[in-house]
């Protein structure tokens, strides 16, 4: 048993996540000194926990749009909606579950439309998420009229700052929603059948499988994940910003899912592992602020991290260093 | 009227109904200065949108132009401000990072077999981050070959101005549209696009025009960079921050199916007319806000997505029935 849970652990991803906090470690030789003050803890991997969960929310979203070898590009705007439906509600006077309850309802909603363009007329993923991601930010800028929303209220300033047990409210909210989507993609037929329809969504569908059911499935997921991920970062500055909320993090989320070795091309997924991958992601963008170089190298650091994980995962090296059989391979 | 130009008209058709509605509402938008501008001020985007047609043609997609046009800017600015270069070997000098950076990402898209919108963000996050690494700042650019180009103007009667800018747009998409028209390169494209299997099947060189895609979709944006470098006389490493989906948008506005093999280059250009004219429509109401140029292309883009969706289930089910 034990070495079971030994032989999983060791893994490509969680090794890098150990190695890059074990340089962030002799940067910054307090890295792993965690205080407990205020009824909650402090230190740096704390921080890197609670700033980390809203991509790994998105990322526990995302994962299930790119087994089915489609891509949610709308995640970010979506949050942008979320944040500012909640904070006009609230400011507006609705008590705070009903503007949260509103809030997590547009993410849904959104996620269903993106759900509908790609099950049911058939668009490519990319340009049917395209369409939100322009126009959704303009929404959002709608609802606010333009403004920073602040608000005091306490229930959504607790969801964004708030702790639970002495961890941040926001990484607790991540590790929910992934032990959640695990056990329901593990436990149940469902990841398979995502599985399915990634590899060949015709013959999925031919086999029996509901693909477009699972398609809505998959994209409200994303939708509502984004939503959650929106109302946290609401929540952690007291205001919905329409015009910064979520940018570029789409991008930060597809790349913690590639990292997590979910494949691009569909077919092999795994939901805690991309939740890693945001974790990896945060780890650096943490250490590259602690070692004071300036913030811009995160995106070259990100880049070069792209094209490695892409080499790895390409046919190109797994024909010279057969490393195991991916789910590509064994379908050849 | 053969079938496949269909989109195109529909395209046509609806930039005609909308500038003829603006003009109803606002009588001063039909005036030569207003066409004038129009091609001024989206000068950056419509050289980008070529190179974004040539990329969507061969089924791929490119979402780093952004981030060139804004590494290209800043680049320019430094060579000419801080290191005294001459513009012209400063724009050559960015032409050809340009056009290796283009290139690796078409290696790499070809011989690493990954989906090019993932080649092209990392391509984004290292341009992104090459230009905020030269500087944070914004860097003005006073030389007298600056001057002496935006002196270079075709007065209009009517107080409309063609300036040099605008006219190297209509250039390049005339160049753009004959390259992809009428030689060996576009018809490669376009096989490419249909569909990759067969295309390298018949002979087509899949590696070599993948490449050169993806250069060419490079250098442009390079040159869209240089062209907001004239425009603003100024670099700044943020500039342009999500063109790309700018000229995606109008590229699909334009008629160019996302799935490739199918489109025109002309249709890009009334895709970007078009963007402008929501823009200046707005600028002209004026009570509205900036915000609705984004909820409107969000909505035209809708629009043409399910349009093209309906007129090739159409022509798809006409061929089945014959």
Known sequence: MMRRILTR??????????????????????????????????????????????????????????????????????????????????????????????????????????????????????????????????????ITEGFIVTFTDPLLIFIGTGSFLGLPMAAVIALVLMILVTLLVRRTAIGLFIEAVGVNRAAASLAGIRSRMLLFLVYGLSGLCAAVAGLIVAGDIRGADANNAGLWLELDAILAVVIGGTS?????????????????????????????????????????????????????????VPVRTSAREARS | ???????????????????????????????????GNFLTDNAFLGITAVGMTFVI??????????????????????????????????????????????????????????????????????????????????????HEFYDWISQLIIRLPGGGRLSFIGLLMVAVFIVGALVAHRTKFGSYVYALGGNPVSASLMGVPVARTTVAVYTLSSVLAALAGIVFSLYTSAGYPLAAVGVELDAISAVVIGGTLLTGGYGFVLGTFIGVMLLGLVQ????????????????????????????????FAASAQGEKAS
């Open chain 2, 280 to 311: 200046t429509y707005i600028i002209f109401d004026g009570t509205l806000s900036s915000w609705w140029t984004k909820i409107v292309i969000g909505a035209l883009l809708f629009l043409f997505i399910v349009l093209q969706r309906l007129i």
């Open chain 2, 57 to 142: 043609l061969s089924g791929g997609i490119d979402l780093s132009v952004g981030a060139v046009i804004g590494f290209t800017g800043v680049l320019v600015a430094v060579l000419i401000s801080w290191a005294g270069w001459h513009p012209l070997t400063a724009f050559a000098l960015a032409l050809s990072i340009a056009a290796i950076f283009g290139g690796v990402m078409g290696l790499a898209i070809h011989y690493l077999q990954v989906p090019a919108f993932i080649v092209t963000l990392a391509g984004m996050f290292l341009a992104r981050g090459g230009a905020s690494v030269i500087t944070q700042d914004s860097v003005p650019i006073n």
């Open chain 1, 9 to 142: 652990l060791a893994n490509p991803q969680l090794l890098a996540l150990v190695g890059v906090l074990l340089v962030n470690w002799l940067l910054f030789p307090n890295f792993f000194r965690i205080t407990w003050q205020d009824g909650r803890l402090f230190g740096s991997l704390i921080d890197v926990l609670n700033r980390g969960a809203p991509v790994a929310i998105l990322a526990i979203g995302m994962v299930g749009v790119i087994a089915t070898k489609g891509v949610d590009l709308s995640v970010g705007a979506v949050m942008a909606m979320a944040g500012a439906v909640a904070a006009t509600m609230v400011v507006a006077g609705y008590p705070a579950p009903v503007a949260v309850a509103a809030a997590l309802a547009v993410g849904l909603v959104c996620g269903l439309w993106n759900g509908f363009l790609v099950a049911v007329l058939d668009i490519q993923p990319i340009v049917a998420t395209l369409v939100l991601m322009v126009a959704g930010r303009g929404i959002a800028q709608l």
């Open chain 1, 264 to 320: 691009l091309l569909g077919g092999r997924f795994s939901v805690p592992l991309a939740v890693v991958g945001a974790l990896i992601i945060q780890a650096m963008n943490t250490g590259i602020l602690v070692s004071g170089f300036p913030p811009e190298f995160n995106l070259i650091v990100k880049a070069a991290l792209i094209f490695l994980v892409l080499i790895i995962q390409s046919p190109l090296a797994s024909r010279i």
């Open chain 2, 1 to 35: 009227m053969s079938r496949s130009l269909r989109p195109l008209l529909a395209t046509a058709v609806i930039f005609a109904i909308a500038y003829a509605l603006a003009v109803l509402q606002f009588p001063a938008m039909f005036s030569t200065r207003v066409l």
